[in-house]
């Protein structure tokens, strides 16, 4: 059937108007990354660049060349690495336990996790737990604290719980104990809600400004975000500039986009190596049967 006049130019103008939010919305990326790749002189002649005459990696020379901000990016991958890693295990672990029908006060240890959920307890008393348990000015302060999710483990259970039992009774026949079964048998089927749980917890690690803004005094510990933010702000020049490097910094308005880029490029990165389970992953719960 052909389609009525009325509808096409519904469909067109829906189109247009489409096409403008997305174009709104991927300008100021777009931007970003170009002013990062200008050359500073042209940069200074022009301000408004649209389309670089001449591209420049002197930004990201500058930054990458910097110690302090190398630190930073250094500070982001532990925490990005073995916080997600640790935070993985506590959370397979915990919600394979309370998957188990024969565990002793499950129902216990359930509502203990929801009450989590329903109940935070504020700012200052995890910053006098932290400060009590040594941790303060330390990263092991932005890990150990947010280990686990209280929503995470329940979703990881409602996974755990579609595995069926007959997998469990044959491997116990065999001779294995539950830490083998779940190493041997519920991880390996598990790879998709872990990629989507890491994929999470490492964009949680990465992105920690908040946490490390009350717990860390020392700069040489703060991670890419916390500084990324004081260079947008200005507050970090000195900071850049403790190394005295011997070549012109660029515009800071330069710096400021590179720094932007590099925050986001990891993630951007690691996403495409974890899109084949994502989208498993991401249905983690939302079915049972």
């Given at each position: 059937?052909?389609?009525?006049?009325?509808?096409?130019?519904?469909?067109?103008?829906?189109?247009a108007?489409?096409?403008?939010?997305?174009?709104?919305?991927?300008?100021?990326?777009?931007?970003v990354?170009?002013?990062?790749?200008?050359?500073?002189i042209?940069?200074l002649?022009?301000?408004?660049?649209?389309f670089?005459?001449?591209?420049s990696?002197?930004?990201?020379?500058?930054?990458?060349?910097n110690?302090?901000?190398?630190?930073?990016?250094?500070?982001?991958l532990?925490?990005?690495t073995?916080?997600?890693?640790?935070s993985?295990?506590?959370?397979?672990?915990?919600?394979y336990?309370?998957?188990?029908?024969?565990l002793?006060?499950?129902?216990m240890?359930?509502?203990?996790i929801?009450?989590?959920?329903?109940?935070?307890?504020?700012?200052?008393?995890?910053?006098l737990?932290v400060?009590e348990?040594?941790?303060?000015?330390?990263?092991w302060s932005?890990?150990i604290?947010?280990?686990?999710?209280g929503?995470?483990?329940?979703?990881?259970?409602?996974?755990?719980?579609?595995?069926?039992?007959?997998?469990?009774e044959?491997a116990?026949i065999d001779?294995?104990?539950?830490?083998?079964?779940f190493?041997?048998?519920?991880?390996?089927?598990?790879l998709?809600a872990?990629?989507?749980?890491?994929?999470?917890?490492?964009?949680?690690?990465?992105n920690?400004?908040?946490n490390a803004?009350?717990?860390?005094?020392?700069?040489?510990?703060?991670?890419?975000?916390?500084v990324?933010?004081n260079?947008?702000?200005?507050?970090?020049?000195?900071?850049?500039?403790e190394d005295?490097?011997?070549?012109?910094?660029?515009p800071?308005?330069?710096?400021?986009?590179?720094?932007?880029?590099?925050?986001?490029a990891p993630?951007?990165?690691?996403?495409?190596?974890?899109?084949?389970?994502?989208?498993?992953g991401?249905?983690?719960?939302s079915?049972?049967?």
């Amino acid at each position: 059937m052909r389609e009525h006049i009325g509808s096409r130019i519904f469909n067109a103008a829906n189109m247009a108007f489409l096409a403008l939010v997305a174009a709104v919305t991927l300008f100021p990326i777009y931007y970003v990354v170009v002013v990062s790749f200008t050359d500073p002189i042209e940069y200074l002649q022009r301000k408004l660049v649209l389309f670089p005459a001449k591209w420049s990696l002197s930004s990201y020379e500058y930054l990458l060349n910097n110690g302090s901000f190398m630190r930073s990016i250094g500070n982001s991958l532990f925490l990005a690495t073995v916080g997600t890693a640790c935070s993985l295990t506590v959370t397979a672990a915990l919600a394979y336990a309370i998957s188990r029908k024969r565990l002793a006060g499950r129902r216990m240890f359930l509502f203990l996790i929801l009450f989590t959920i329903l109940f935070n307890p504020g700012i200052i008393p995890n910053y006098l737990v932290v400060k009590e348990a040594g941790l303060l000015n330390s990263l092991w302060s932005l890990i150990i604290p947010s280990l686990s999710s209280g929503w995470f483990v329940i979703l990881m259970k409602s996974f755990f719980d579609n595995i069926p039992d007959a997998l469990e009774e044959a491997a116990t026949i065999d001779g294995c104990n539950d830490l083998a079964i779940f190493a041997r048998i519920i991880l390996p089927l598990s790879l998709p809600a872990i990629a989507a749980f890491g994929l999470f917890y490492a964009v949680m690690y990465w992105n920690m400004y908040f946490n490390a803004l009350l717990y860390l005094n020392d700069y040489e510990k703060w991670p890419i975000q916390l500084v990324l933010q004081n260079i947008i702000s200005d507050s970090a020049a000195g900071m850049l500039m403790e190394d005295r490097l011997t070549q012109q910094p660029p515009p800071s308005e330069m710096l400021k986009m590179a720094a932007v880029v590099i925050a986001v490029a990891p993630i951007l990165c690691v996403y495409p190596l974890l899109q084949k389970h994502f989208a498993k992953g991401v249905m983690v719960g939302s079915v049972k049967g």
